[in-house]
């Protein structure tokens, strides 16, 4: 397996617009191409050393709003004691190079490429890389639980890809499969964030059009995207964000396997504004 981790920099002045023209924001979906993620539109957070975040989506009133999703690179020595101050938040992590050492509630553990960690609200959590030399980086979505009433909190999860059986979907013969971290029948899981994967030529072949949003981050391959009347060229590095009801399809071009992290909100009532009077 191969997941695609940022490099930073910036283009030559001699560059054109070649590697980033393929950026668009409508108000049903964003596509930030790879090209797009250079060290100019990186931020620092708080309480983290020697790391910087690539914002990929963000809660926006009118777009898609129940989820943050940053690329995230922890130089040698860096990381967190106190990754997030709003103990509401719940967090899914998926490593995509180096090593991080990942500490939930006093217990440490290694997080690899091709790691998943789910950490629910509530947790105390650190996470540092403890190399000399190399860096690493993740994905991390983050989104305020819903909790519900007679219904627990989910416990926290750390699984390796490859210790997930991948569930082909049905009459596809193992053309377009899903791996899942957690139970997708589990209602005290507000959210899923998983891998897709479509072998070469294979297609979602209808445009789904649903109440979840998502945030798709492309870890390896290549393909095309119908979005609403559009279709979209996507590689390893890209990123898209959908609203809901957003139409949705893809094929997966090249040689190698399209693969991509994705996660949709699940579970929960739609939320309805107050009625006043």
């Known amino acids: 397996m191969s997941y695609y981790s940022p490099t930073g920099g910036l283009p030559p002045q001699s560059q054109l617009m070649s590697a980033t023209d393929r950026a668009v924001v409508t108000p049903a979906y964003t596509v930030i191409p790879k090209g797009c993620n250079t060290d100019i539109v990186t931020i620092r957070l708080p309480h983290w050393e020697a790391t910087r975040v690539w914002v990929l989506h963000r809660p926006i009133a009118g777009f898609a709003t129940t989820f943050s999703q940053y690329m995230v690179e922890v130089n040698p020595g860096g990381g967190s004691n106190k990754p997030d101050d709003d103990p509401l938040m719940e967090h899914a992590l998926f490593i995509t190079s180096g090593e991080l050492q990942l500490t939930l509630n006093g217990k440490e553990q290694t997080v690899k490429p091709g790691h998943f960690a789910f950490i629910p609200p509530h947790t105390n959590w650190t996470l540092h890389n403890k190399d000399t030399s190399t860096a690493a980086t993740f994905q991390w979505i983050r989104r305020r639980y819903h909790a519900v009433n007679g219904i627990d909190t989910p416990e926290a999860v750390i699984k390796h890809e490859w210790d997930v059986e991948p569930t082909a979907m049905p009459d596809t013969n193992g053309a377009w499969c899903t791996t899942r971290f957690v139970d997708p029948d589990d209602v005290r899981h507000d959210m899923h964030v998983t891998i897709v994967t479509l072998k070469p030529g294979a297609v979602i072949p209808f445009l789904e059009t649903h109440v979840m949003e998502h945030g798709l981050f492309m870890l390896q391959g290549k393909g095309v995207y119908r979005l609403n009347q559009d279709w979209v060229e996507v590689e ?35 939320a309805v504004p107050t009625q006043n009077g």
């Open 236 to 270: 390893a590095g890209d990123f898209i964000s959908l609203r809901a009801f957003c139409p949705q399809a893809c094929y997966a071009g090249g040689e190698v396997d399209f693969r991509y992290l994705l996660y949709k909100d699940m579970h929960r009532h739609a």
